[in-house]
């Protein structure tokens, strides 16, 4: 028992006897509020010793006398392939190319197979095996690493508790402030300068913790291949989204679509029909939310019909304690704005798992990187991205897009644009993942149908000018619901009536109506 650690808030505790870690970042919270879930929910540790962040938290054995600590609200599976070799799966990972769970497929697979074949897994998860560390295709289940001593390497899905366990107390110096600048800690760097966290590029022994590069999309699964015909491409998209509805079906848990008046989630809603899942749908009601966002679902779910319903945010009494609750799981790595939600509680009464089509922004073009070259020096394209974000030249968040833009030229991916490459380890792993980490907080349970390599490769095998403004959720949608396609996508204000926005606004908001007649009546509306 000498090698367990049990961590409680800021105080280790060895075998016997207790030790004050006085250089722990994060104090210890004290709910007041029972209800509240507890901090490191859902996350999960690596290291040379045990480590219990929690009572509900418990330790397995890996190899070379390293362990695997997690919490036991975190889904595991394990598997073992065709050579005897142990895989233990984190998270939630759906195969789209046929109706089989990842357990059982792993079990046909030789090690060398396995990843070739995880390739075509949707979902936020993480594999351990054969010593490595391997993430989904945006690392949305994140994995951060250091070294605690030399050549003494922990890994962990928060970089909170690593930070912990590493006696860090000098984190990033940038704060991430909601709208303003780039709201993540760019990869490999984190909000520690100490930590580092691994690319969806990367793979991690966490044995030496040495890093080998993994491609992307390789070529054994699906290329990047602008010959195939189009409407192949199409069908195989199709195929893919379809049956990663059916098997998220075959969950045995309530399953519900946030609907809004753009073009994801209304495709989305078309491949759920064609998937045959039970499902309802909801909007979240927000300040500033559209016209459309409030108008369109409700009427999107009664063609189908699907039952729709709207979120209202009712703020809870301890909404202090959230943003302290926030602040121990996830640290600084998440702006408060992108916490909101949680804090807010708008999503508490939803439980089972939530779909969404988050990353087609990848196919539309993600369009405010256009506006820079495809090619430049590293320190050169580094300076210029910061700038198009608004981050001044001297942000650590420039550092880090200079060691990110230096290992993608080493190791490039064939036929990928660096700006797509961007979205997916930038933009996603960096900023997504953080704001993922906090919802699992919740009851429920995010589910990116759309991050699986192969379904991004088979979107970047579309030419440029048939998927670039959403055209490809516009053609698919005319394939699989085109009756979804007569209500206008994301429709300015102007084109509903006014007195209709003012009557829904209204019911959303009362306080809306008095600032709506102030401003009519030339009066100075009190906030």
Not at 336 to 351: H, T
Request: glycine share 6%; net charge positive; proline share 6%.
């Amino acid at each position: 028992m000498a090698n367990r650690i049990i961590a409680d808030g800021s105080f280790l505790v060895f075998s016997n006897f207790t030790q004050r870690n006085t250089q722990s970042p994060i104090p210890s919270l004290h709910l007041m509020n029972s209800s509240l879930p507890k901090p490191h929910r859902r996350q999960f540790v690596i290291g040379s010793a045990s480590y219990l962040a929690q009572a509900d938290w418990q330790s397995d054995r890996l190899s070379h006398n390293r362990w695997l600590s997690y919490s036991r609200d975190l889904r595991i599976c394990r598997a073992t392939d065709l050579d005897g070799v142990e895989w233990i799966l984190l998270g939630m990972a759906i195969e789209t190319t046929a109706e089989i769970e990842p357990k059982e497929l792993i079990s046909q697979l030789s090690t060398a197979e396995v990843s070739d074949r995880y390739y075509g897994w949707a979902g936020r998860w993480l594999l351990i095996g054969d010593s490595q560390i391997h993430l989904d295709a945006n690392g949305l289940l994140g994995c951060f690493y250091g070294e605690k001593t030399p050549g003494d390497i922990w890994l962990s899905s928060s970089p909170v508790l690593l930070a912990q366990i590493l006696a860090l107390d000098s984190p990033d110096k940038r704060v991430l402030v909601y709208g303003k600048g780039m709201t993540w800690y760019t990869p490999p760097r984190s909000g520690f300068p100490q930590i580092r966290r691994l690319l969806a590029s990367q793979t991690i022994s966490f044995i030496t913790g040495a890093i080998s590069p993994r491609p992307l999309m390789p070529e054994i699964i699906s290329k990047i291949d602008g010959d195939r015909h189009y409407s192949e491409t199409i069908t195989l998209i199709e195929n893919a989204l379809v049956t990663a509805l059916r098997n998220l079906g075959k969950q045995q848990q309530p399953l519900y679509l946030g609907l809004t008046g753009g073009y994801d989630s209304r495709l989305m809603l078309a491949i759920a029909m064609k998937a045959g899942v039970n499902f309802t749908t909801f909007t979240r009601v927000a300040a500033r939310m559209s016209g459309a966002d409030r108008i369109l679902p409700p009427k999107l779910a009664k063609q189908c019909g699907i039952p729709h319903t709207f979120l209202r945010q009712q703020p809870p009494p301890e909404q202090q304690q959230r943003r302290q609750l926030v602040r121990q799981h996830a640290g600084n790595n998440v702006s408060d704005g992108d916490a909101e939600p949680f804090v807010m509680g708008v999503r508490d009464k939803l439980k089972g798992i939530s779909f969404g089509g988050h990353g087609f922004a990848i196919a539309s073009g993600f369009h405010t990187l256009r506006q820079l070259p495809a090619t430049f020096t590293v320190d050169q394209g580094a300076v210029q991205i910061a700038e198009l974000f608004d981050e001044p030249a001297d942000s650590s968040a420039v550092s880090g897009l200079q060691e990110w833009l230096s290992w993608i030229e080493q190791h490039p991916q064939p036929h990928l644009d660096w700006r797509d490459r961007f979205f997916l380890e930038q933009r996603q792993a960096g900023w997504l993942s953080s704001k993922e980490q906090v919802y699992d907080l919740t009851d429920l349970t995010r589910f990116p149908v759309l991050n699986a390599s192969r379904t991004y490769s088979l979107l970047l095998s579309i030419p440029p000018a048939k998927r670039l403004g959403s055209l490809v959720q516009v053609a698919l949608l005319e394939r699989l619901a085109p009756q979804l396609c007569q209500y206008p996508f994301n429709p300015t204000n102007d084109k509903f009536n006014r007195w209709l926005r003012l009557a829904i606004a209204t019911r959303d908001n009362p306080r809306s109506l008095y600032r709506k007649l102030s401003k009519l009546l030339g009066l100075r509306a009190k906030s």
